[in-house]
């Protein structure tokens, strides 16, 4: 352990930054006693550090390629803002399906964790509605506790929005709960929902997603030339209570999905950050970006920064035209969120991708 924290602070001075270590990462005990987010090697660690009395640890998860290729392509798909296509009910309902469950996912290299997530894919489906819509989202839960599904930002009937206890109560393992609202103009914009109940816990082992509330006719103004959404994310490996773990689209870098566009192109990037804790401050390398929305509100005055600060649950739609060509780094500043726990193969990882401007 001391080795990896002097190559870890090695890794952040060659980032010209400073103290980059991550906190808690092998003094505290097991943050479950199945330990659903921890990774086998680092287990064996924690075991030495607190004594032989804690339950023996969950071996890691194996996958295979092909599912590691699926859960690669997910990520692309929910950049490119592909979403779950609904069930129509008769009379006109749309209808989708979560379904909480945990499963193994790989989140760099080879870094496999047991993860808890919708549909089993992290984050969850990109849900997209129109203003109109009646919306049926049907939740099963086939996970070891309770969970709710809370929809962050949208007003919808109190006995829908996932509070458990007020009033619904939380949805036991092996049931299911119907969410029904109808999506109002309160609703437009760039949402996200998320597990309610042991969130610090749920949020992070993988249960949240995008909700995507379009207006019923789309003004000329909203229609971008490339829509891109990137949900930054963390898991707290380890037995970690802190989050150690920095995810864009549930991977880290450098399996991050990078996003290649043609210079001229104007880029509507969606940012959510789907973090229980941590704030974040994203910055593309060599642009500047307009914020052009937040939590879903359009802003009358649009700023040009050049470093977007997102808080726990926040949404922000930022505009920019990729008027260079070349790679750019689309990462968080905040330096303890670009190291990968477990990697020595690469010095940089965590919440960072490569947005590639081409001729
Ligand atoms: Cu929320």
């Given amino acids: 352990m001391r080795r990896r924290r002097l190559k870890q602070a090695a890794v952040a001075a060659a980032w010209g930054f400073a103290a980059a270590l991550l906190g808690g990462m092998c003094d505290v005990a097991l943050h479950r006693a199945d330990a659903p987010i921890a990774s086998g090697a680092t287990t064996m660690d924690m075991q030495n550090a607190t004594g032989d009395d ?11 390629k092909a599912q590691i290729q699926a859960e690669e392509q997910d990520a692309v798909n929910l950049m490119n803002e592909v979403a779950l296509k609904p069930r129509i009910l008769p009379g006109g309902v749309k209808q989708f399906t979560l ?4 499963f193994g996912w790989n989140f760099y290299r080879n870094v496999n964790l047991w993860a808890w997530g919708y549909n089993g894919q992290i984050p969850g489906p990109l849900i997209r509605v129109q203003v109109g819509d009646r919306v049926e989202i049907v939740v099963h839960n086939d996970l070891p506790e309770p969970t709710t599904v809370h929809w962050h930002g949208l007003a919808v009937p109190n006995a829908m929005d996932g509070v458990p206890g007020f009033p619904e109560p939380a949805i036991q393992p092996g049931g299911t709960f119907v969410y029904r609202f109808t999506v109002t103009s309160q609703m437009i914009g760039t949402h996200w929902y998320h597990s309610h109940y042991d969130d610090d816990y749920q949020v992070d082992a993988g249960l949240n997603g995008v909700i995507i509330v379009d207006p019923k006719t789309v003004p000329p103004s909203m229609r971008h030339v490339r829509d891109v959404l990137f949900v930054l994310g963390a898991g707290k490996q380890d037995g970690s209570d802190n989050e150690n773990t920095f995810l864009i689209n549930g991977k880290a870098y450098p399996d991050t ?8 192109t104007t880029v509507y990037l969606r940012i959510v950050n789907a973090c229980a804790e941590t704030f974040h401050a994203m910055t593309i390398d060599g642009y500047d970006v307009k914020i052009v929305a937040e939590d879903g509100q359009p802003q009358p005055d649009p700023q040009t920064v050049s470093v977007v600060s997102i808080a726990p649950s926040e949404t922000v739609d930022v505009e920019f035209t990729a008027n260079r060509t070349g790679t750019f780094p689309f990462h968080d500043t905040v330096a303890s969120s670009l190291i990968n726990p477990n990697d020595d193969a690469d010095p940089v990882g965590g919440m960072m991708t490569l947005i590639h401007v081409i001729p």
């Avoid at 804690?54 to 295979?64: I, V």
């Avoid at 379904?99 to 945990?102: D, F, I, L, P, V």
Wanted: proline fraction near 30%; hydrophobic fraction near 15%; avoid cysteine.
């Fill in 54 to 64: 804690q339950p023996p640890p969950t071996p890691p998860p194996s996958l295979t």
């Fill in 99 to 102: 379904t909480g469950s945990k």
């Fill in 257 to 264: 999905p990078q996003l290649t566009v043609k210079r001229g």
